[in-house]
């Protein structure tokens, strides 16, 4: 192997040192990443002095990528480019009322990129271009991980459960922005299964997260006590990793079987830019 593999911690998470981003990688040194990746459900790069298009030729080593459909997320121009971030473009804070400061605080929950589409994201890669002094780390959390470590009886009943996931149940308390029937029309619930088969490596992970809104053909009560409950369950600490960024860092994870968010820090006053690509999936989950 031309680099080496770290693990961040015992059951999520390694680093890969070595590799120079900057330049394209061959066949055969990808196909070694996309396995160390998939192994390890994330994959940190550090001091990776990327742009974005250096950025987007990497991340279309792992697939096709998605577009960004919202003009205030994206770098303009570059449709490939979603900007987590709480700068204007002259690099001022944005205002606490600024949409993109709410989205911001929804991505505090913990979710799977995009899993509010019929065909979600596969991937998604975050590089840090500008972090905040104290707090701001990204978590992630093992979602097969967490699936195996569920006891029988759960595993049973879960298995074959469909779960509706709408990007309006978890901007349910969303106090800023009101959507418009366009808006809502254009994301309309979609269907996955609770626990998704991994196209790739066949462990069985929990589908669910912020955007989990009901279980099919289950009381509505009963439906957020489950989700609720896995919800929990696969994102204690021991299924964690929790990354304080630091300015070149990327980080590449794998939405099928990751969830994520975003912790808070003080936006009124710190800066922070972070430059996301998003590998699109290939195919619905049913
Ligand atoms: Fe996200």
Redesign the pocket.
Known sequence: MDFSVTPLTPTIGAEIRGLDLRRPLDDNIMAQVRQVWLDHVIVLFSEQDIDDAQQIAFSRGIGTLELINMAALQVPGKPEIYR?TNLNEDDTIMVPEHPVMQTNRD?QKW???SSFKHVPATA?LLHARVVPESDGETEFANMAAAYDALDDATKEQIDDLIVVHNFYWSRRGVDAIAFTEEEKAAIPPVRHPLVRVHPETGRKTIYAGSHAESIEGMPQEDSRALIDRLNEHATQPRFTYRHKWRVGDMILWDNRAAL???LAFDAAVQKRRLH?TTVAGNRPTL
């Open positions: 987590a991505n979710h799977s990129d998604s994520h968010r975003g996301r």
